[in-house]
């Protein structure tokens, strides 16, 4: 049987049409946990931001590596994979994290579309 | 000493520590302005006693040494007995570019004084942190700085709910530099975005109600965005 899992994207947000055309910098402070609902809404309003250069998310605490890739991430992962289709920067948009463990590699199903869709994900040399 | 090159005596200056500045300003007549525009260059008052002694016992020539102040914070003066005072030690400022209200109340007449050119012109940056008025004072602050550029709130203006008044200033105003709205700031981010001010730099509590008109408003203006998602 084939399930219909509904874009949350188009049924939360069916007038996701904010476009930012200046924006270069995009920070996400998320404290001790996962993207808010608010916050999570707020990204989803925005449609596209061509000259996004860098998003950077950071954390109070270290991201935890090993749990699997769900919840508010899959919103953000669609949003992400939305924006980095449409940046017109050279090179691609790169995600960086802060406060990573250093020395850690990034897990491979972290943001898995944004990857898929030419998405780099780095850690900061701010990392632990 | 007094054969180095005034530069490189600047430069020694500005590397002191603030208590030394006192003794710099001794050394020789070339140090001596150098040493007053850095240690007069931020001030801060932690009570009225303080305000009062500054606009009593300080000479209050505006082309004085008072010139030199271009940061002044009033912290920890939770109620004024003599409100008009905070305007007072304001009035001589003239080279003041930053002003910053840290847990202080701001008398009601303040906007006014700031409207009508009193005080206050040359400000770009304001800063409230957490103080204790209402709504409708802090939005009369704001929109009385002719010259806006940078404005930080934390939980301000969540103070009992006075008249609400707001009115479009886009028209008047191009984009302001920065905002930082954080924390319990009552409607604040609403007013704003209702009355028409647009960022370049916007660091915003995703919690707070107007964020995402302050972001719409400012859509075609942003460079930078910090969204903070606890």
Not at chain 1, 29 to 49: H, M, Y
Not at chain 2, 169 to 195: F, Y
Request: aromatic share 8%; net charge positive.
């Amino acid at each position: 049987m084939l399930t219909n899992f509904p874009d949350r994207l188009a049924q939360e947000n069916p007038c996701h049409t904010l476009s930012l055309p200046a924006l270069t910098t995009l920070g996400l402070n998320l404290g001790k946990g996962d993207p808010s609902p608010c916050l999570i809404t707020i990204l989803l309003s925005i449609s596209s931001a061509p000259a996004l250069g860098s998003i950077t998310f950071r954390h109070d605490m270290w991201f935890n590596i090993d749990r699997p890739f769900q919840g508010p991430w899959v919103d953000i992962d669609r949003w992400l994979t939305r924006v980095a289709q449409r940046v017109r920067v050279q090179g691609g948009l790169p995600v960086m994290l802060e406060c990573w463990p250093k020395g850690m590699p990034v897990w491979e199903g972290f943001l898995p579309g944004f990857r898929r869709a030419g998405g780099q994900v780095k850690t900061d040399v701010r990392s632990w | 000493m007094n054969s180095l090159p005034q530069e490189l005596i600047d430069a020694i200056i500005d590397r002191l520590p603030l208590p030394s500045l006192l003794f710099s300003s001794l050394v020789a007549k070339r140090w001596r302005q150098r040493s007053q525009q850095r240690a007069l260059e931020k001030i801060r008052f932690r009570s009225e006693a303080q305000v009062n002694r500054w606009c009593t016992g300080f000479p209050q020539d505006p082309e004085g040494i008072i010139s030199y102040v271009r940061v002044i914070r009033f912290q920890d003066i939770f109620s004024w007995d003599d409100p008009a005072i905070f305007g007072r030690a304001l009035k001589s400022l003239c080279s003041l570019i930053e002003l910053c209200v840290s847990w202080t109340d701001i008398p009601v007449e303040l906007p006014g004084q700031i409207s009508r050119g009193e005080i206050g012109k040359g400000i770009t940056i304001l800063r409230l942190h957490r103080t204790s008025c209402t709504l409708a004072t802090t939005m009369s602050i704001v929109l009385s700085f002719p010259n806006l550029e940078v404005l930080y709130i934390l939980d301000s203006g969540a103070g009992s709910e006075g008249p609400r008044r707001s009115r479009p200033v886009a028209s008047q105003r191009a984009p302001l530099d920065s905002l930082k709205l954080w924390g319990n700031s009552g409607g604040i981010g609403k007013t704003l975005a209702e009355s028409g001010f647009m960022f370049r730099r916007l660091s915003l509590d995703v919690g707070l109600s107007g964020v995402e008109q302050l972001i719409m408003l400012s859509s075609e203006t942003v460079v930078e965005l910090a969204l903070h998602g606890v």
